[in-house]
C-alpha cells in the first residue's frame, strides 16, 4: 500500500507518514489525516518507497480533497528551502504559504465555484408540474430556467427561506450541480496610454536586462523617485510576457500601493489577467486569484510578501519595488524577507529578478558593489521639467518653536497657502502627543501589559497603547499624587493638525494616519481631494512618502527626525535616510521646483549632508564604513533566538541553557550574552533574545542546523515562544 509523507501545521520539525489508503493522493495533493485526537489538513510531500514507521502503526488518510488544485513541486521546494534557511519548522513552512482556505480542514472551493441548473428532466417538466401553493418552488424554478446557472448567493437573493424548497426540486431530480469556472474580475474601461519614449538611462537598463531574460540573475534597478523605475517595470515585463504562457510576479511592500500599480498596469497591459494578492483581502477572494496565478491565467500577479509564495507554473520575471522596505520582512510565524525569497526563487526558477529602489538595502547595495548583483542607474527624473527638490535644514534649537514649528517653517506654510499651492507635514508618530505627563510627579501613564508608554488619542479623551491596542479612558488626575494638571507632552499628527489648525484657519488641512484611514476605501479618497485641490496642508506619517505623486506639492517639512539620529540600533540611520529621501520625493514632481525643509538640532549630520545633495551612494559609502570598522552586517551574518513567556524565569533559564548549549561547537560563530530589547515586555510576555554572529552565511547556518534542534530538545521548548530569525533586521 503506498506511503504519503505529509506537511503539517504543527511545530516539529518533520514531515508525517500515513497510508495512501486506496484514495490516489497525489504529491502536491490536500489530505485530511488524524493526529492525536484532531483531525487536520496537510499536503502531500512525497510518496517515499517505505517509511521508518512500522507499516501497521501508519493510519490511512481521512480524506483527499479532490479537485482542488495540488500544490506545485517549485512551491514546495521553495517552502522546504525558507524551512531549512530560516529554521523553522517544515511542515508549518508548506502550510504557511497557502491561503487561509486551504488550511481549513474542510475543502476549499468556495461555493461561488459551484452552481446549479435544471436537469433535462427538471425542464422538461414545467412549471406547471410544481404546486400553486408552493411559491418558493416555483420561483426558484423560474430563476434556473432563465439563467445558465445559479450560485447559492444568486439563490438566496431571491428568497431567504430558498434551501427548503430547493431540496425539494433537488430530490426530484430536477436541479443539479454544476461547477462553475472561477468569474474573472471585471476589466477595467480604460483610454489606451500611449507609453513614453524612454530616455537613455531607461533604455540602457531595459537592454541589459531584456537581453538576458532567459537566465537568473539579480539587477539592482538605482533610481530616485520620480526617475521612471515604474517604466522600466513595465518595458520588462512587457518583453518577459511576449514568451508563450509566460506570468510576472510584482512585489510591492504596501497594501496601499498595490491599487495603484494595478491601475497602471491595467492601462498598459488592457488584454492582460491581472491579480492581486495580499492580506486585507477576504478569504475567498485571495483563494481566487491564487487559483488564477496557480492555473496560469492570470499572467501579471502583483502583491505584497506573502504573494512571493504564490504558485506561478510559468513564472519568467520577478520586479520587487522598493527593495528596501522593511515591510518585506515577516515578524512572526517564519521570519523571512520576501526580497530574499523573491532572489531565492528566481534562482530556483532560472529567471532574472529586479530589485528597484531610491535607497537600496545596505545588503543589496554591497552585493551590487561586490558584482554579485548587477547595478542599473537612472541619474534623472524622468519628467524633464521636474526638477529635485531644494533641501534645506532648519535648526530645532531655536526657542521660537510653536508647538514644534518653527518659524521658517511656519512662513513657508503660509507662502505657499498664499500661492495656492499645497504643503505636507511628516511626522513619524500618530496621535495628539506620545506621552501623558503630571506636572507635578512626572508620572507619566505606561501600558499595563507592555514596557511602553500610552499615546495621547485626545479628541476621543483616551489613551492608547501602540504596541498591544491596550486603550483606557484618559484619567482626570494624576494616579500617582491626585494632581489634576496632566499635559500631553511631545508631538503627533493630531495634535500637529490642531496648531495648523489654529495658525491657519482658513487653510483646509488632512491628516493622513492609520487612526484616519482605518476605514475601507479612506486613503483612495483621501488621494482625490488632494488630486482635486481640496486640500492645501497634508499632515501624515509615512503611509504619505510611499508612491503618491501630488503634481501641486511644492512644501515637504519634516517635523521632528532627531530621534533616529542617536537610536541605539545600528540600521536606524539607514532607515531614516530612506524615509527622508522618500518624503522628499514627493516635492516638486511635475514642472514646480519643490522644497524640502527639515528641522532639526544636528544639521551638521552626515546623514543631512548626503540628503541635502541627494546621494545616497555617498551616504551608503559612509554606512558601509561604519558597519565594516564595527563589524556589523553586511559584514557578517546575524540570527537571534527569541524567547517570551508570562514570566521571566523559565525565558532566561532557557536563553541561558542556549547559551551553554552553544558554546559545546560554536568555533566559527560568536554567541552574545542574552538580553532583554527595548520592549521588554510586550502584550504581558516577558521577553529576551540572544545574538549569533558569524562572518559567513555558510558558517551561521552551519551552527544553526547542530543548535536548533538542541533547541527543540529543551526541557523548557514546549512551556514558552521561542523562535529563531535568521538575518533579522532589528537586533
Ligand atoms: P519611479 O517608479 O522611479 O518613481 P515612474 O516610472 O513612476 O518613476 O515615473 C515617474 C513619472 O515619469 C511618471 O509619471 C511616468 O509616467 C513618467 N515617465 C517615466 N518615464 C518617462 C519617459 N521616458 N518620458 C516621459 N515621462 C516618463
Ligand atoms: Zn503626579
Ligand atoms: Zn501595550
Redesign the pocket.
Known amino acids: 500500500m503506498s506511503i504519503l509523507r505529509v506537511a503539517l501545521d504543527v511545530p516539529l520539525a518533520t514531515l508525517f507518514d500515513y497510508l495512501d489508503g486506496g484514495r490516489h493522493a497525489e504529491v502536491g495533493s490536500r489530505v485530511l489525516v488524524p493526529f492525536g485526537r484532531r483531525q487536520i489538513a496537510g499536503i502531500v510531500l512525497e510518496k517515499p518507497e517505505q517509511s521508518q514507521m512500522a507499516q501497521e502503526r501508519l493510519k490511512p488518510v481521512l480524506a483527499v480533497f479532490d479537485g482542488e488544485p495540488t500544490l506545485s513541486v517549485e512551491t514546495m521546494r521553495l517552502a522546504r528551502f525558507c524551512a531549512e534557511y530560516y529554521h523553522y519548522p517544515v511542515g508549518q513552512a508548506v502550510m504557511s504559504v497557502l491561503p487561509g482556505r486551504l488550511r481549513d480542514v474542510k475543502p476549499a472551493l468556495p461555493e461561488i465555484q459551484i452552481g446549479y441548473r435544471l436537469t433535462d428532466s427538471g425542464r422538461h417538466v414545467g412549471i406547471d408540474a410544481l404546486p400553486k401553493q408552493a411559491l418558493l418552488q416555483r420561483k426558484l424554478w423560474l430563476a434556473l430556467a432563465q439563467a445558465e446557472a445559479l450560485d447559492q448567493a444568486a439563490l438566496a437573493q431571491l428568497a431567504a427561506g430558498w434551501r427548503g424548497a430547493f431540496k425539494v426540486l433537488r430530490a426530484k431530480g430536477w436541479v443539479e450541480a454544476v461547477q462553475l469556472d472561477a468569474p474573472l474580475p471585471p476589466p477595467v474601461p480604460f483610454q489606451p496610454v500611449p507609453p513614453?519614449?524612454?530616455?537613455a538611462d531607461?533604455q540602457a537598463a531595459v537592454d541589459a536586462i531584456g537581453a538576458q531574460l532567459d537566465g537568473f540573475g539579480v539587477w539592482l534597478l538605482y533610481?530616485i523617485?520620480?526617475?521612471?523605475?515604474?517604466?522600466v517595470y513595465m518595458r520588462l515585463l512587457q518583453a518577459a510576457l511576449q514568451q508563450q504562457n509566460a506570468q510576472v510576479l510584482v512585489l510591492v511592500p504596501e497594501i496601499n500601493l498595490t491599487p495603484q500599480l494595478e491601475g497602471r498596469f491595467r492601462a498598459r497591459f488592457p488584454g492582460e489577467t491581472i491579480v492581486a494578492l495580499h492580506s486585507q483581502m477576504s478569504d475567498g477572494e485571495r483563494l481566487r486569484n491564487w487559483r488564477l496565478a496557480e492555473s496560469g491565467r492570470a499572467r501579471i500577479v502583483i502583491g505584497t510578501r506573502l504573494s512571493v509564495f504564490t504558485p506561478i507554473p510559468h513564472l519568467k520575471l520577478i520586479v520587487v519595488d522598493e527593495e528596501h522596505d522593511a515591510s518585506y520582512k515577516q515578524q512572526d510565524g517564519m521570519r523571512y524577507s520576501a526580497r530574499d525569497v523573491a532572489v531565492m526563487r528566481a534562482k530556483q526558477a532560472g529567471i532574472p529578478v529586479v530589485l528597484g529602489s531610491a535607497t537600496p538595502a545596505l545588503e543589496t547595495w554591497h552585493n551590487a558593489q561586490a558584482g554579485r548583483y548587477r547595478l542599473l542607474t537612472l541619474t534623472q527624473r524622468?519628467?524633464a521639467q521636474a526638477q529635485l527638490p531644494d533641501i534645506v535644514c532648519l535648526d530645532a534649537k531655536t526657542p521660537l518653536l510653536r508647538d514644534g514649528l518653527t518659524p521658517a517653517l511656519i512662513n513657508a506654510l503660509r507662502e505657499r497657502l498664499e500661492r495656492g499651492e499645497q504643503s505636507l507635514l511628516f511626522i513619524n508618530r500618530r496621535g495628539y502627543s506620545p506621552v501623558l505627563l503630571c506636572s507635578a510627579c512626572a508620572w507619566v501613564a505606561p501600558c499595563h501589559r507592555c514596557s511602553s508608554r500610552l499615546v495621547v488619542h485626545l479628541r476621543q479623551r483616551r489613551l492608547k497603547c501602540h504596541h498591544c491596542g491596550h486603550e483606557e479612558r484618559m484619567p482626570l488626575q494624576c494616579p500617582s499624587c491626585g494632581n489634576p494638571d496632566l499635559h500631553p507632552a511631545g508631538q503627533g499628527t493630531q495634535r500637529l493638525e490642531a496648531t495648523l489648525a489654529e495658525l491657519f484657519p482658513e487653510a483646509r488641512i488632512l491628516r493622513v494616519d492609520r487612526d484616519s484611514t482605518r476605514r475601507k476605501g479612506a486613503l483612495e479618497g483621501m488621494m482625490t481631494e488632494v488630486h482635486g485641490q481640496r486640500v492645501d496642508i497634508l499632515v501624515g506619517t509615512q503611509m504619505l512618502a510611499k508612491g503618491h505623486?501630488f503634481p501641486n506639492l511644492t512644501l515637504v517639512g519634516v517635523v521632528d527626525t532627531d530621534s533616529a539620529l542617536f537610536s541605539p540600533d545600528f540600521r536606524a540611520a539607514e532607515r531614516l535616510f530612506a524615509q527622508l529621501m522618500q518624503v522628499a520625493g514627493r516635492a516638486g514632481r511635475a514642472d514646480k521646483p519643490g522644497q524640502v525643509l527639515i528641522q532639526t538640532a544636528f544639521p551638521d549630520h552626515a546623514l543631512f549632508h548626503a540628503l541635502r545633495r541627494h546621494d545616497y551612494a555617498e551616504f551608503a559609502a559612509t554606512l558601509l564604513n561604519e558597519r565594516q570598522m564595527a563589524g556589523f552586517p553586511p559584514y557578517c551574518f546575524q540570527a537571534l533566538l527569541h524567547a517570551e513567556a508570562n514570566h521571566f524565569e523559565p525565558v532566561r533559564d532557557f536563553l541561558n541553557d542556549a547559551v551553554d548549549q552553544a558554546h559545546n561547537f560554536a568555533h566559527s560563530v560568536t554567541v552574545y550574552d542574552p538580553v532583554r530589547p527595548a520592549l521588554a515586555r510586550l502584550k504581558g510576555m516577558e521577553r529576551a533574545h540572544l545574538l549569533i554572529q558569524a562572518e559567513s552565511r555558510a558558517a551561521l547556518q552551519g551552527f544553526l542546523q547542530s543548535w536548533v534542534p538542541l533547541l527543540a530538545k529543551h526541557k523548557l521548548a514546549g512551556k514558552l515562544r521561542w523562535s529563531v530569525e535568521v538575518d533579522p533586521l532589528e537586533v
Do not use: I, M, W
Open positions: 513614453p519614449t524612454l530616455n531607461q533610481g523617485t520620480g526617475s521612471g523605475k515604474t517604466e524622468a519628467v505623486d
